[in-house]
């Protein structure tokens, strides 16, 4: 069964620090991947996604992922955090038609 | 494009009685998709719609519905509700076409039962 854990259910970084938010799948077949963000009160907002066409992916907000098909990872990083950064994001994989799997969550905080 | 809207965002219902949630997709997107968001589970999947026909559904009782119309407006109800039904109600619609998979997601209906 696929699924997707995220390490961390909380990250905590100062202002213009390196943001990196851990996310590993399980898949049986080449995934679909996604980072989404919500903001308080919110839905998803979709980040960037993964569909195999390159394994760096840039997306919105300054933030990119790179997809590791060796170590089953889909990490998102971004090179200096913003206080606009602070909120929850999520890992996603496609399942099949119309279904996502997410993981915990992890949420950002950003120290001035 | 305008972008995925629910409506209503905000529900009070009582344990017992049913309730309505609906969903505009995206402009030209046919697949429709509903989750539930929770604090304790997190974001499950619902069912999802295409072209007026559930394709897929996720492990929830039978109290949860669905439907799609033939515009691709959604609409989901939850009957005899249960004060475990409170929660974020979100769609998403999707293009679903190979290389185009992702999901938009609305605002969501925050819904509580009392």
Known sequence: ?112 | KAGVTQTPRYLIKTRGQQVTLSCSPISGHRSVSWYQQTPGQGLQFLFEYFSETQRNKGNFPGRFSGRQFSNSRSEMNVSTLELGDSALYLCASSPERPGNYEQYFGPGTRLTVT
């Open chain 1, 1 to 112: 069964a696929q699924s997707v854990t995220q390490l961390g259910s909380h990250v905590s970084v100062s202002e213009g620090a390196l943001v990196l938010l851990r996310c590993n799948y399980s898949s049986s077949v080449p995934p679909y991947l996604f980072w989404y963000v919500q903001y308080p009160n919110q839905g998803l907002q979709l980040l960037l996604k993964y569909t195999s066409a390159a394994t760096l992916v840039k997306g919105i907000n300054g933030f990119e992922a790179e997809f590791k098909k060796s170590e089953t990872s889909f990490h998102l990083t971004k090179p200096s955090a913003h206080m606009s950064d602070a909120a929850e994001y999520f890992c996603a994989v496609r399942v099949y038609t119309g279904k996502l799997i997410f993981g915990q969550g992890t949420t950002l905080q950003v120290k001035p």
